[in-house]
C-alpha cells in the first residue's frame, strides 16, 4: 500500500465583500410589514376562536368547542413563530456585521 501524506496548503485570508451585497434595509422593511401582517392576523384569530370555544361551550357543542380551542392554540403558536422569526432576522443580521 502506497502511503498517504497529509499536506498542509497555508491558509489564505479570504473575506466576502460586504459592501457589495445590497438590500438590507430593503430585507428589514419586508420582514417588519410581514411581521405586522401576521401579527394583527393572529390577534383576529385569535378573538374569533375565543369566541367560537366559549359559545360553543356554553351551548354545549363540544366538537366546535375543540375546533375553537385549537384555533386559539394556533393563533398563539404563529404570534410565537413570528416573533421568533424577528428574531432569528436581527441574531443574522447583527451576525452579519461582524464577519
Do not use: H
Request: glycine share 12%.
Amino acid at each position: 500500500m502506497p502511503a498517504t501524506t497529509l499536506t498542509l496548503l497555508s491558509a489564505e485570508n479570504v473575506y466576502p465583500d460586504l459592501s457589495g451585497v445590497g438590500g438590507r434595509s430593503t430585507l428589514i422593511e419586508i420582514v417588519g410589514a410581514l411581521l405586522t401582517i401576521v401579527l394583527i392576523v393572529s390577534v383576529l384569530m385569535l378573538v374569533v376562536s375565543g369566541i367560537v370555544w366559549a359559545v360553543s361551550s356554553s351551548a354545549g357543542n363540544p366538537q366546535t368547542a375543540a375546533k375553537g380551542k385549537v384555533g386559539v392554540f394556533v393563533a398563539l403558536g404563529a404570534a410565537v413563530l413570528a416573533g421568533a422569526g424577528v428574531t432569528w432576522m436581527n441574531f443574522l443580521l447583527s451576525l452579519g456585521d461582524t464577519l
